[in-house]
């Protein structure tokens, strides 16, 4: 089974500071894809950003960018200018090539304090 | 504006009394998906279809059964449910494979 690791089960941040969520991947695969995506406290999930392996610049999204190291099989997401909104877990979610459903990690929980 | 919408958002069954979760989209995708999500934890595929073609996880419960009738619609059944399927039930639809997934909002089912 692939292996999806969030290294922190739980963050707290000031608002308005930068700040890197942690997911690394076990895959022998060279293509694949890597989502992450937001759940408030409402259950929604939201799509925020998609990052492909073959992709030569990491991917940006408005806040949200993706710091993409596909030697270590990490692709940590960094949300700058952080927002009380912005409190919510948050998943990461690697898709290999021709795999028909994503696998998430554990999820990281995240606290913006005024 | 297109979406996802699942109904109804919070559903109280008895042990063993079937229920029933609908999920609609306004997107037209191919693929649409049921997730089971308990406190705590990452959502955890049941099962999903590509157009007719439906496809189940090994380990899904064989009390987990779902129907598409239509694009549009998907419906997840549990014949008898027990208080261990007491979870959030997330739908997703995307375009393809390989394309972003776009979640509902879920239904919170307890059962009593």
């Known amino acids: 089974a692939q292996k999806i690791t969030q290294t922190q089960p739980g963050m707290f941040v000031q608002e308005k500071e930068a700040v890197t969520l942690d997911c690394t991947y076990d895959t022998s695969d060279q293509s694949y894809g890597l989502f992450w995506y937001k759940q408030p406290s409402s259950g929604e999930m939201i799509f925020l950003i998609y990052?492909?392996?073959?992709?030569?610049q990491n991917a940006t999204e408005g806040r949200y960018s993706l710091n993409f190291q596909k030697a270590r099989k990490s692709a940590n997401l960094v949300i700058s200018a952080s927002q009380l909104g912005d409190s919510a877990m948050y998943f990461c979610?690697?898709?290999?090539?021709?795999?028909?459903?994503?696998?998430f990690g554990q999820g990281t929980r995240l606290t913006i304090n005024p | 504006d297109a979406m996802v919408i699942q109904n109804p958002r919070y559903q109280v069954t008895q042990f063993g009394k079937p229920v029933t979760l609908s999920c609609s989209q306004t997107l037209n995708h191919n693929v649409m998906y049921w997730y089971q999500q308990k406190s705590s934890q990452a959502p955890k595929l049941l099962f999903h279809y590509y157009d007719k073609d439906f496809n189940n996880e090994a380990d899904t419960p064989d009390n987990f059964q779902s129907r598409r009738p239509n694009t549009s619609f998907c419906f997840l059944d549990i014949r008898s449910p027990g208080l261990g399927d007491a979870a959030m039930y997330l739908c997703?639809?995307?375009?393809?494979?390989?394309?972003?997934?776009?979640f509902g909002p879920g239904t919170r089912l307890t059962v009593t």
């Open positions: 979610a690697p898709l290999r090539q021709g795999a028909q459903k994503l696998v």
């Open positions: 990052q492909g392996s073959y992709d030569e």
């Open positions: 997703a639809t995307s375009a393809g494979v390989g394309y972003e997934q776009y």
